[in-house]
């Protein structure tokens, strides 16, 4: 499966902003997708995460709160729709899909979006 994340920008503190994952080259109703974000001279950390068929959603706690993850299957993408961003949220942001269960590190995701800038001024 291929990812393309989208949805990046330049907003303010407090702005809200939505980006999206798109899949192709598979159905991506199997897959359990999650969002990672990298800021400079950072590791990737994880986001948010959510399951097949939306059973189950997962979320870091400096998001919890201000993130919410959806998908729509049938159009093969997902969400995250960031509110109350804040300028410790910028960073690179990727999208990434693994068929197993939930897992919260990078290393367990094989397959990657190419990454869409946040950026959060004060």
């Known amino acids: 499966v291929q990812l393309q994340a989208s949805g990046g920008g330049l907003v303010q503190a407090g702005d809200s902003l939505r980006l999206s994952c798109a899949a192709s080259?598979?159905?991506?109703?199997?897959?359990?997708v999650g969002w990672f974000r990298q800021a400079p001279g950072k590791e990737r950390e994880f986001v948010a995460a959510i399951t097949w068929g939306s059973h189950n959603r997962y979320f870091a706690d400096s998001v919890k709160g201000r993130f919410t993850i959806s998908r729509d299957d049938a159009k093969n993408t997902v969400f995250l729709q960031m509110s109350s961003l804040e300028p410790e949220d910028t960073a690179v942001y990727y999208c990434?899909?693994?068929?197993?269960?939930?897992?919260?590190?990078?290393?367990?995701?094989?397959?990657w979006g190419q990454g869409t800038q946040v950026t959060v001024s004060s």
């Open positions: 080259g598979d159905s991506f109703s199997p897959y359990l």
């Open positions: 990434a899909a693994r068929l197993n269960k939930y897992y919260s590190r990078a290393s367990g995701y094989p397959y």
